[in-house]
C-alpha cells in the first residue's frame, strides 16, 4: 500500500513538472539526474532515458555540471546562465537534504525572447536624443544613455554605480519635495554652463512593480536650449514690433480724440462718421497689440499678478456698467444674479475684469438675434464661481474641446463677419489659471452659451492695499512731462493743460532730472524708453535724491514691465496708448492727495465709508477707505495719513488690535486716531480705548463728525510727509 501511494504521489509530481514552462531537472545525491521534465530536455536537446540516472554530465552542459557541484558543495543557491544554439537560458540550483546527504533542484529558463525584448529597449534607450539615466531603488545609477553622457560631459563609467540623484549631478541642491518615491514625479528647467551653454528640461519619473513595490526612477534629460532660445526672440520681435506700433497709435488715437472733442474747431457730421470709424480700427488695432503682449508676457512668464481680496459683485458690477450704452442701444439687459453673502475671492482686480469684459462681450457680439445676458456668481466647492451666459447661436462639443487654445476660431459667418484674434479666450483662460482657478464653457448649438470660471477664496494671507483718492475740486499745479517722442509729449501736455494743470516738458532724462530739481513740480509722467531705456535709471535716482523722491511719478510705458517700474520707485503705471480718462484720474489723485490732508476711515460697513468718503473729499481731503483691519494697516505703510478713522468690530483684524499696533509704533503712535463704534465696549479691553484722541458713537450726524475730524487734525502737530510712500 505504502508503495502505491508513493507511486500516485510521483505521478502527481510528474504531471505537475511536465506542464510547467520552466525545466525541472532533480539531481540525486550522487550526482545522478533523478528527474528531467519535458521542457528541461526540450531545451537541453536530450530525452529523458538517455539522462535520468545518469550523471549530470549527460545534460550536456559543462556550465550546468560545475555549478551543481559547487551548489551541492557549499550548499547554496547558485545560479547562472549559458547559450546553446543562438539561445540564452538562466538557471537555479537550488541544494535540499535527503537524510544524510544533499541533492538538488535545477530550475531552467528560456531567456531568450526576454533578453532580445531588453537588447532591442537598450537600442531604442542608446539611440534617443534625450538624455537618460535609470536609478535603482537605493538611488544608484544603473545605465546612462550616450546622450546623457554628451548633455553632462560625463562618461557612463563615471556615473554608473554612484549613490546620488540627478539634481546633485546637476550641482543642484535635492528637489525639495523630497524623494521622488514618496513625492512623485519632478521636473525642473535646468541652466547649465558646463561643460557647455544649455538649458535643459529634466524630468524624473519613478518606477514601480505590479504590487506597486518602488523600483527606482529614470530621469529623462532634454534640450531645449534652440527653443528657449527661438522663444526669446519671439518675445523681443513681439516687443519691438509693439514698441513701434504703439508709439504712432498713441498720437493717432489721442489726435483723433481731441479732433472728436472739437479740440481742432467744429466737425461736421461726415467728418465725425469718417474720424469716428477711424477711432474704431485704431481700438481694434490697439486691442490686437495687447493682446499679443499679454500672450507673449504669459508664456515668458513677465505678468505681473496683484492678487488681493476681491469683491466679485464689485468687479461685476463695473464690467457690466461698460456694456451699458451698447445695451441700451440694441434693447437688451445684462441680468446680474448674486447672493448677499458670497463671500470674496483671491484674485487681481485688473485681470478678473478683463476676463468678464472678454466674456460679455463675446455673449453680446456672439448673440445676432437679440436676447439678453446672465451673470450669475455663487460659492460652489470652496470657489467663487462665475457664469455668463446668452442665448446667442451655441457651440458644437468639437469646437468646445479647442475653444480656448491659442488663434482658434469657430469656423462660420458669424464669426467671420465679427472677426478677431482667437487670443481672448486663450489669455483669459492663462490668467485664470494663474490664479489658480478653472475656466470651462457648456453650450449646445442653438441653445446659447454659458462661459465660467472659478477663483479660489480669499484667506488671511491676501491683503487689499487701499488707494489714495484726491478731494474733488479744480485742479491744478505744474507737472512734468517726459517723453523723448515730442508728438505725444505735445499730446500729454495737452490732456493736461486742459484740465488747468501748468505742463512743463522733457524731452532726454539729463533736461528731466535738472527741471525736476529746479521746479519741484507735483507729479511727473515718465515713458522709461527715454534715451533708449535710460528713464528706469532716471526714476531710480530721482527716488534716491531727497529734494525729489516725495515727487510722485506716473510711468507712462510701451514695453510693459510693470514689475520693474514698480521696483525702481513710481507711484503708478498706465501703458501706452494713453487712456485720456484714466491718465487725468490718475494725475487729479495725486496732485490732490499732496495738497490735502489725508484721513483713513476704516469701517466694514460700505454704506458709512462711501458716506464718510464723498463727505471728506468734497471738504477738501484726500481719503484713503479701508474695510478691516488689516487694509488699514496696509493703507498707513504706503501713506502716513493726518488722521484715522476706526471702527472697533470689524473682520480679519479689529479696531483693538490696529490702535495697538498704531500706538506701539514709534512711526505711527502720534498719528490722531477717532474711534467710531454702534457697539457697547469691551470692558476687558477698554484700557485699549484710551490710546484713541476721541470716541464718537454710532449714529452720527455726518457734518458734526467732520467738524470733529477738522478739530483732530488742526490740533495735532505736523506729520512726516510719508511712511514707506511709493510701496505697495
Not at 446672465?374 to 475653444?403: H, K, N, T, W
Request: aromatic share 4%.
Amino acid at each position: 500500500m505504502p508503495a502505491d501511494k508513493d507511486r500516485r504521489c510521483f505521478s502527481h509530481i510528474r504531471a505537475f513538472m511536465a506542464g510547467t514552462r520552466e525545466g525541472m531537472i532533480a539531481i540525486s545525491p550522487d550526482r545522478t539526474v533523478r528527474m528531467l521534465n519535458e521542457p528541461a530536455a526540450g531545451m537541453l536537446e536530450v530525452t529523458r532515458n538517455e539522462c535520468v540516472g545518469s550523471p549530470a554530465e549527460a545534460l550536456g552542459v559543462p556550465e550546468l555540471t560545475q555549478s551543481v557541484e559547487t551548489a551541492l558543495a557549499e550548499k547554496e543557491i547558485v545560479k547562472g546562465s549559458f547559450e546553446r544554439r543562438n539561445r540564452c537560458y538562466s538557471f537555479t540550483i537550488t541544494p535540499y537534504e535527503d537524510a544524510d546527504a544533499t541533492g538538488a533542484v535545477l530550475s531552467l529558463r528560456d531567456d531568450t525572447e526576454i533578453l532580445a525584448a531588453r537588447k532591442r529597449s537598450e537600442a531604442i534607450l542608446l539611440s534617443t536624443s534625450d538624455g537618460i539615466l535609470v536609478f535603482d531603488a537605493d538611488d544608484r545609477v544603473t545605465f546612462v544613455n550616450p546622450a546623457a553622457e554628451t548633455l553632462l560631459g560625463k562618461g557612463a563609467e563615471e556615473l554608473v554605480g554612484l549613490v546620488t540623484d540627478i539634481w546633485t549631478i546637476f550641482g543642484l541642491a535635492t528637489d525639495p519635495e523630497g524623494r521622488v518615491q514618496e513625492t512623485g514625479t519632478q521636473a525642473r528647467e535646468v541652466r547649465m554652463e558646463e561643460p557647455e551653454h544649455r538649458i535643459v528640461d529634466v524630468r524624473v519619473d519613478p518606477v514601480f512593480d505590479d504590487r506597486q513595490t518602488y523600483l527606482g526612477s529614470v530621469s529623462t534629460i532634454r534640450d531645449v536650449t534652440v527653443e528657449r532660445e527661438a522663444m526669446q526672440m519671439k518675445n523681443e520681435f513681439v516687443s519691438t514690433v509693439s514698441h513701434e506700433l504703439r508709439t504712432p497709435l498713441t498720437s493717432i488715437k489721442g489726435y483723433i480724440d481731441l479732433i472728436l472733442d472739437g479740440e481742432a474747431g467744429e466737425v461736421n457730421e461726415i467728418q465725425h462718421e469718417f474720424l469716428s470709424i477711424v477711432k474704431e480700427n485704431s481700438d481694434r488695432l490697439v486691442e490686437l497689440i495687447n493682446d499679443m503682449l499679454d500672450i507673449s508676457r504669459i508664456e515668458s512668464g513677465r505678468i505681473v499678478l496683484k492678487v488681493q481680496p476681491l469683491d466679485v459683485a464689485e468687479r461685476i458690477a463695473g464690467a457690466v456698467n461698460t456694456f451699458k450704452a451698447v445695451t441700451d442701444q440694441q434693447g437688451r439687459a445684462i441680468h446680474v444674479e448674486i447672493p448677499g453673502d458670497l463671500p470674496k475671492a483671491a484674485g487681481d482686480p485688473d485681470r478678473v475684469g478683463q476676463v468678464l469684459i472678454n466674456f460679455i462681450s463675446n455673449a453680446i457680439k456672439y448673440s445676432p438675434q437679440g436676447g439678453d445676458v446672465f451673470v450669475r456668481a455663487e460659492l460652489a466647492d470652496d470657489r467663487v464661481r462665475v457664469g455668463i451666459s446668452d442665448e446667442g447661436i451655441g457651440i458644437s462639443p468639437e469646437d468646445q474641446a479647442r475653444l480656448f487654445t491659442k488663434f482658434y476660431r469657430v469656423d462660420s459667418s458669424l464669426t467671420r463677419e465679427i472677426g478677431g484674434t482667437g487670443l481672448g479666450l486663450s489669455i483669459c483662460k492663462s490668467i485664470i489659471e494663474l490664479l489658480g482657478g478653472e475656466v470651462g464653457v457648456e453650450s449646445e448649438p442653438g441653445s446659447g452659451s454659458t462661459f465660467w470660471f472659478t477663483l479660489p477664496l480669499a484667506s488671511d494671507r491676501h491683503v487689499r492695499t487701499p488707494s489714495l483718492e484726491g478731494p474733488l475740486g479744480s485742479p491744478g499745479g505744474r507737472i512734468l512731462v517726459v517723453d523723448d517722442n515730442s508728438d505725444v509729449a505735445n499730446l500729454i501736455a495737452t490732456y493736461l493743460s486742459r484740465r488747468g494743470y501748468e505742463v512743463v516738458k522733457a524731452f532726454n532724462a539729463s533736461e528731466a532730472r535738472e527741471l525736476a530739481l529746479e521746479l519741484e513740480p507735483r507729479v511727473i509722467t515718465l515713458d522709461v524708453m527715454v534715451d533708449e531705456g535710460a528713464g528706469f535709471g532716471l526714476l531710480e535716482e530721482l527716488k534716491a535724491d531727497p529734494r525729489t523722491r516725495d515727487i510722485p511719478v506716473v510711468v507712462l510705458s510701451i514695453i510693459c514691465d510693470q514689475g520693474r517700474s514698480e521696483r525702481s520707485g513710481c507711484t503708478d503705471y498706465l501703458e501706452k496708448p494713453i487712456d485720456k480718462n484714466r491718465l487725468i484720474s490718475v494725475i487729479d489723485g495725486l496732485v490732490g492727495s499732496i495738497a490735502s490732508p489725508v484721513v483713513l476711515v476704516t469701517d466694514d460697513d460700505r454704506s458709512i465709508v462711501e458716506l464718510l468718503t464723498r463727505t471728506l473729499k468734497q471738504r477738501g481731503y484726500a481719503v484713503m477707505a479701508a474695510y478691516d483691519g488689516k487694509e488699514a494697516m496696509a493703507a498707513v505703510a504706503r501713506k502716513r495719513p493726518d488722521a484715522i478713522l476706526l471702527d472697533i468690530r470689524m473682520p480679519v483684524m479689529d479696531g483693538y488690535e490696529v490702535l495697538e499696533a498704531l500706538k506701539t509704533n514709534p512711526e505711527t503712535r502720534d498719528i490722531p486716531v477717532v474711534i467710531m463704534s454702534a457697539y457697547q465696549i469691551d470692558r476687558d479691553r477698554a484700557s485699549v480705548l484710551d490710546l484713541a484722541t476721541q470716541l464718537i458713537g454710532k449714529p452720527f450726524d455726518v457734518e458734526e463728525f467732520v467738524a470733529h475730524i477738522e478739530e483732530v487734525i488742526s490740533e495735532s502737530e505736523p506729520a512726516p510727509a510719508s511712511v514707506g510712500e511709493g510701496e505697495s
